[in-house]
């Protein structure tokens, strides 16, 4: 099944959906969500723009990665292989599921379009235990690139971040400048 779904991103250039976002800490519990426009332009770029009142932004202009974290005026700057994204969103980037993760079925999961692959990393990273892939069946036939409508990602902590998208598309081209960011004066930046 993973070899279906990298069939349908590897060797395209370009994806654009909408997301909603949920990010659950273990320990505290408590549960933020969002949500916004996420565009990816392989092989290594790729932009969270999330929706108001948010005006957080996550974009990689294929070097480094920048996180905006607008309530806290700060933007953290990290190697692009070094972050947790690539690997967990590897199917959109290009690089295809397997070679990232070995997979098992989640028997338990109810999901409604179909299975939930659970992908554990090849090599150990210190950002996720295992990454959690929703298939939509349906989509999967047609090759249509939003069969994977869901991911969820889990640390080592417990702490969930689960991505949720919709009306997927692999246009021809997207704007360069939707991977450049430049932060509002006074934002305290940190390199990592």
């Given at each position: 099944m993973a070899a279906e779904v990298d069939a349908i991103f590897v060797g395209k250039k370009t994806y654009v959906a909408r997301f909603k976002q949920e990010h659950t800490q273990k320990i505290s519990g408590a549960v933020k969500k969002q949500s916004g426009a996420l565009s990816v332009q392989k092989p290594d770029r790729i932009s969270f723009r999330y929706d108001p009142p948010s005006r957080n932004r996550i974009v990689s202009d294929g070097v480094s990665l920048k996180v905006y974290v607008a309530e806290d005026r700060q933007?953290?700057?990290t190697p692009v292989k070094n972050?947790?994204?690539?690997?967990a969103l590897s199917f959109l980037m290009g690089h295809g599921l397997r070679p990232s993760f070995t997979f098992t079925f989640n028997e338990k999961a109810t999901f409604e379009g179909g299975p939930v692959l659970v992908g554990k990393p090849r090599a150990p990273t210190p950002h996720y235990e295992l990454v959690m892939f929703y298939i939509d069946k349906a989509l999967l036939a047609k090759k249509d690139p939003g069969v994977v409508r869901r991911v969820l990602i889990v640390d080592a902590q417990g702490n969930r971040n689960r991505f949720d998208f919709e009306n997927a598309s692999q246009p021809a081209s997207i704007d360069?400048?939707?991977?450049?960011?430049?932060p509002p004066?006074?934002?305290d930046v940190k390199q990592n």
């Open positions: 933007m953290f700057v972050s947790e994204y690539p690997g360069p400048a939707e991977f450049q960011f430049t004066p006074g934002t």
